[in-house]
């Protein structure tokens, strides 16, 4: 019989059996008839005990024919669909919980291992390191997140005397103006020194990478250009190979393109370039801080000797350049730079890793809850089957197969719960892809992978197997004569079976707290940094928008502050806009800061620079801080007047005016400098802090001059900020339609014009409560499931010992107890039960709360405001929970339920 | 059911199979028959239980070593469906005898000299 028949023949196969053995006991029946003078019933009933179980001598004989454990798998998956689907309430109760917990983990390990597991996208990525440097000796540059960042002069020193790289480079991202082809648009740039294509590895699509070559001054111009630029410039045409294209009013000839996907670090491009004259050895200084450097090490070099190597060539350094005859390179010991290199991995990732391996821990958690309220639910309803479970093992079914048989039932729903998960988790990865939190690094490379799919796998069957164990462990050893027995109708609920829901219900409360006291602290950061004032005031109607006046479009300074000045009138016109402004940098714009140490008249000597601390250096016009909302503490903003005519005149921020003179009113008509050529400028304005760097930094001590002043270093008599932002307030900031009307204002005045940058302060300030908001919002959804499942928990298990004890309840009433009594023991178990989780879950709470503390913003880890509204919250929560099923005590009418019996 | 006197249990794996095979060389016969004859054979020492019997004899057949037919026997004139040995039924039971023999008298010779040791 082939392997089809068996299939195919099976019930054939069965009537043949059923035949031969019905006819086996008649034959025996007669036999026994004839030998002992029986009647035939008799006779038969003696044939049947003498032949024992007819329908399994049946079942093993057919066995033969099957694939028994298949089968008998099919057999239980059959059993296990036709019962859930008898209570399909139960059925999706428990998928709806379990695909949103694996749903949820799902997602979130999506996340963890594209931006935290998955290696960068460079070739031996392992080895790349960003080349960060220390300069604890500083003062004042702790406003520079990243520690400092490379010179020109330095790379030079660092890609000729290093002995721990195979190579090195630096990079630094910008915009830059592609004209020629319709309106002006703005490109973002990567100006890259040689030999960084070389350390990231990455060959080009097409045409060649740039080199030593390109960078050598006086070198023909040529530029590599991003996937997306060919394909939204050129439409993808090979033949662009060799074109020119203007940018920055420059020709500059197309040598190769980048592959799709590729990034330098975490930076996005259209063109690459190279800077032959920032990287010319003939003209070099110490300064120009401004360059991101990567190295792969050579192989067996650890990060550790290369930051001996990079401290090495300090020195070096500082004997190679100059900045001018008079000056003292050796100035920079003080700095005591040294090399702190990272993983490059570490870099682009960033503190983003603290908030996702948190968020993956607390959906973990959640995980958890999920599983014991499963188990729960199972537990309930392996007891209302526990009879049929009883009478089964009576029957001769063994412990094992019982126990296999809820196993394979808490399986099936694992697998189910995680293919729903899995559909819940593409679409989270979608809404998260879709909102784009904007410092979540790596974003578009977060996706479904094999590796996810893998976790979901694993997680659904652990689960699976979790809660299944729970439930089989508990019933399959239930001895026949016990089970039947405790659901007699004297007993009340077996205390066994309570005890472990009890268990249950206990870990729920104690990690629900855990997550709600979490989430409580990460809420009440966000509340500070809302209530952060940030130096400004409205954002949602400050629009800002950034022109680039370059040289080589308006070259004279004088006509480049007529031109801004112009602008901000024409934008000062449009309908609906009450002030404009404009400044170099804008608070949290994240653009590299201008700064230096400033000296008070009298009070500094010139000896003394080294000593004192840096401060942050902003250019503003005339009216920015009136538009920007920005406090006058005391005296005045600059006027167009002190502007055209140069007057030496600043501005500081309240607490550079505080810790200089002690006052805002005291600073005003003191004089500062920043260098010995320099005039003496007064201070005419103190203003309120600004958090330049974010909101959950401290605001840095600013000095603000005007945008035009004279010029110390070069011919011309003038020197200008060519980069500045303008700020627009107005009722309709961040429409369509103004964003345009400011762009035709700029291009009114000079179509050339490049324009970036529109974005309202709003966004710009929420970018840095982003992480606070992202890492609350994960928390908050967490702590809201892990509240509800506890809730129901506790509901289920009150509501079920409700009617457990109905008939005891009604024993009681019947012998005169107050119902209000009666629902008090109910309520009353069901706190005790909430008081042993809330006393573990603030133990662990208290713990976790500690790893938490870089996430935290103005609250402490132990906040007892948290820790007691999250209690209090549990407790309400958990009474409520159980005055529902409790409230049933008042339906009960005793006469009623003991006549049921 | 009184087993103190029959061995209702396989001997070890294979017995029974040897032995519905050596009933059925004999004589084809249907399992009512096969057991009795078995019975009978080994005085009752021996007493085949039907939950044993018949997966036994699905086995032979999906082994193809016995093959089956619904006749209706003549002495009860009841539908019955009598095995008979097929050929590669016979081989294996020469085979098994043979093997058999050769464990038995194996056992034999580790029992009976320590039997004749202790008696003497």
């Given at each position: 019989?082939?392997?089809?028949?068996?299939?195919?023949?099976?019930?054939?196969?069965?009537?043949?059996?059923?035949?031969?053995?019905?006819?086996?006991?008649?034959?025996?029946?007669?036999?026994?008839?004839?030998?002992?003078?029986?009647?035939?019933?008799?006779?038969?009933?003696?044939?049947?005990?003498?032949?024992?179980?007819?329908?399994?001598?049946?079942?093993?004989?057919?066995?033969?024919?099957e694939w028994p454990r298949l089968e008998a798998l099919f057999v239980d998956l059959k059993l296990v669909a036709r019962r859930l689907s008898r209570s399909p309430g139960f059925a999706v109760t428990v998928l709806l919980t379990l695909s949103i917990g694996i749903g949820a983990n799902t997602a979130v390990f999506s996340v963890v291992d594209s931006v935290l597991l998955k290696p960068l996208p460079y070739p031996r990525s392992d080895r790349l390191v960003t080349l960060s440097l220390q300069a604890p000796g500083a003062a004042g540059l702790a406003?520079?997140?990243?520690?400092?960042?490379?010179?020109?002069?330095?790379?030079?020193?660092?890609?000729?005397h290093n002995r721990a790289f195979q190579s090195l480079g630096v990079w630094s991202?910008?915009?830059?103006?592609?004209?020629?082809?319709?309106?002006?648009?703005?490109?973002?740039?990567?100006?890259?020194?040689?030999?960084?294509?070389?350390?990231?590895?990455?060959?080009?699509?097409?045409?060649?990478?740039?080199?030593?070559?390109?960078?050598?001054?006086?070198?023909?111009?040529?530029?590599?250009?991003?996937?997306?630029?060919?394909q939204r410039q050129f439409g993808g045409q090979r033949n662009v190979l060799g074109q020119t294209i203007r940018v920055d009013s420059q020709s500059w000839q197309i040598v190769g393109i980048m592959p799709r996907g590729f990034k330098v670090v975490d930076s996005g491009f259209d063109v690459l370039r190279p800077?032959?004259?920032?990287?010319?050895?003939?003209?070099?200084?110490?300064?120009?801080?401004?360059?991101?450097?990567?190295?792969?090490?050579?192989?067996?070099?650890?990060?550790?000797?290369?930051?001996?190597?990079?401290?090495?060539?300090?020195?070096?350094?500082?004997?190679?350049?100059?900045?001018?005859?008079?000056?003292?390179?050796?100035?920079?010991?003080?700095?005591?730079i040294a090399g702190a290199l990272k993983p490059l991995k570490q870099q682009v990732i960033g503190s983003i890793g603290n908030v996702l391996w948190l968020v993956m821990g607390t959906i973990g958690i959640v995980m958890l809850i999920v599983c014991t309220n499963v188990a729960n639910l199972l537990l309930v309803r392996a007891d209302s089957r526990q009879q049929e479970l009883a009478v089964r093992a009576a029957l001769g079914a063994g412990r094992g197969r019982i126990a296999r048989e809820l196993i394979i039932e808490s399986l099936a729903l694992g697998a189910v719960g995680g293919a729903a998960g899995i559909a819940m988790a593409c679409a989270a990865l979608r809404l998260l892809a879709a909102i784009g939190p904007v410092n979540l690094p790596r974003l578009?490379?977060?996706?479904?992978?094999?590796?996810?799919?893998?976790?979901?796998?694993?997680?659904?069957?652990?689960?699976?197997?979790?809660?299944?164990?729970?439930?089989?462990?508990?019933?399959?050893?239930?001895?026949p004569g016990a089970a039947l027995r405790g659901s007699s109708r004297t007993a009340t609920a077996g205390r066994d079976r309570h005890r472990s829901q009890n268990v249950l219900v206990v870990a729920q409360v104690a990690m629900a707290l855990v997550l709600l006291v979490c989430a409580g602290l990460m809420m009440r950061s966000f509340a500070v940094l809302l209530h952060t004032p940030p130096g400004f005031s409205d954002p949602q109607h400050l629009q800002t928008m950034r022109v680039g006046f370059l040289q080589s479009i308006v070259s004279d300074p004088l006509a480049v502050t007529h031109a801004q000045n112009?602008?901000?009138?024409?934008?000062?016109?449009l309908p609906g806009v009450s002030s404009v402004g404009y400044a170099a940098d804008v608070p949290m714009d994240g653009l590299e800061p201008n700064w230096n140490s400033i000296f008070v008249q009298g009070r500094d000597p010139w000896s003394a620079k080294s000593t004192l601390p840096m401060r942050l250096f902003n250019y503003t016009s005339p009216n920015y801080f009136h538009t920007m909302g920005s406090r006058m503490i005391a005296g005045r903003e600059f006027t167009w007047d002190d502007v055209y005519n140069q007057r030496p005149v600043g501005i500081i921020s309240e607490n550079l005016a505080r810790e200089l003179f002690g006052s805002a009113q005291a600073a005003i008509g003191k004089q500062i400098t920043?260098?010995?050529?320099?005039?003496?400028?007064?201070?005419?304005?103190?203003?309120?802090?600004?958090?330049?760097?974010?909101?959950?930094?401290?605001?840095?001590?600013?000095?603000?001059?005007?945008?035009?002043?004279a010029n110390l270093y070069g011919p011309e008599p003038l020197d200008a900020v060519r980069g500045v932002t303008f700020v627009v307030r107005s009722e309709r900031a961040g429409s369509e339609s103004l964003t345009q009307e400011m762009q035709q204002a700029v291009w009114q005045i000079n179509g050339e014009l490049p324009v970036s940058g529109l974005r309202t302060m709003q966004e710009l300030a929420s970018r840095s409560l982003a992480r606070t908001s992202f890492t609350l919002t994960m928390l908050g959804i967490a702590a809201t499931l892990a509240l509800a499942l506890g809730v129901i928990g506790i509901y289920g298990v009150i509501s079920y010992s409700?009617?457990?004890?109905?008939?005891?309840?009604?024993?009681?009433?019947?012998?005169?107890?107050?119902?209000?009594?009666?629902?008090?023991?109910?309520?009353?178990?069901?706190?005790?039960?909430?008081?042993?989780?809330?006393?573990?879950?603030?133990?662990?709470?208290?713990a976790i709360a500690q790893l938490m503390t870089s996430l935290l913003f103005g609250v402490h880890p132990l906040d007892p405001l948290s820790f007691a509204t999250t209690a209090l919250v549990l407790v309400a929560a958990a009474a409520l929970a159980a005055c529902v099923p409790a409230s049933r005590i008042s339906a009960i009418n005793p006469a009623d339920v003991l006549k049921a019996e | 059911m009184d087993n103190s006197n029959t061995t209702s249990r396989d001997l070890f794996p294979g017995a029974l199979e040897m032995m519905i095979l050596e009933s059925l060389r004999r004589q084809p016969a249907h399992g009512y028959a096969l057991v009795q004859h078995i019975q009978q054979r080994s005085r009752n020492l021996l007493q085949v239980e039907e939950g044993s019997l018949y997966p036994a004899l699905q086995r032979l057949l999906k082994a193809k070593m016995v093959k089956a037919e619904w006749t209706v026997s003549p002495a009860t004139n009841r539908r019955v469906r009598v095995y008979q040995i097929t050929k590669s039924g016979l081989q294996h039971l020469e085979r098994q005898k043979s093997s058999f023999d050769r464990m038995l008298e194996g056992i034999q010779m580790v029992l009976g000299p320590a039997r004749r040791a202790s008696n003497t």
């Open positions: 019989m082939t392997w089809l028949e068996r299939i195919f023949r099976r019930r054939r196969l069965d009537d043949d059996l059923a035949e031969e053995l019905q006819a086996h006991i008649e034959e025996r029946t007669e036999q026994i008839m004839r030998l002992e003078n029986l009647s035939r019933s008799e006779a038969r009933n003696a044939a049947l005990r003498a032949f024992g179980n007819a329908a399994l001598v049946q079942t093993r004989s057919r066995e033969v024919w406003s520079f997140r990243d520690g400092l960042l490379l010179s020109p002069s330095m790379f030079l020193t660092f890609a000729e991202a910008g915009t830059a103006n592609v004209t020629g082809v319709g309106q002006p648009e703005e490109v973002h740039v990567i100006t890259v020194s040689s030999g960084l294509l070389e350390t990231l590895a990455v060959p080009p699509l097409a045409g060649r990478w740039l080199n030593a070559d390109d960078q050598k001054p006086g070198a023909s111009k040529s530029l590599m250009i991003g996937y997306g630029f060919w800077a032959p004259a920032a990287f010319d050895p003939r003209h070099q200084i110490m300064e120009g801080f401004a360059w991101n450097g990567v190295g792969r090490l050579k192989d067996g070099v650890t990060i550790g000797q290369a930051d001996a190597d990079i401290t090495r060539m300090i020195p070096v350094w500082m004997d190679s350049w100059s900045d001018g005859p008079r000056s003292n390179s050796h100035f920079f010991d003080i700095w005591r578009s490379e977060i996706s479904l992978s094999l590796e996810s799919l893998c976790f979901t796998a694993g997680l659904s069957i652990f689960s699976g197997l979790f809660f299944g164990s729970i439930v089989s462990l508990r019933y399959s050893r239930v001895g112009e602008i901000a009138d024409k934008l000062a016109q920043y260098f010995e050529l320099m005039p003496w400028h007064q201070i005419i304005g103190v203003v309120e802090d600004a958090r330049h760097n974010g909101v959950d930094a401290p605001a840095p001590a600013i000095v603000y001059w005007p945008t035009m002043s409700v009617s457990r004890r109905t008939r005891e309840m009604a024993i009681r009433i019947a012998l005169g107890a107050q119902k209000g009594e009666l629902r008090w023991l109910f309520v009353r178990s069901a706190l005790a039960l909430t008081g042993i989780g809330l006393l573990i879950g603030l133990g662990a709470a208290a | -």
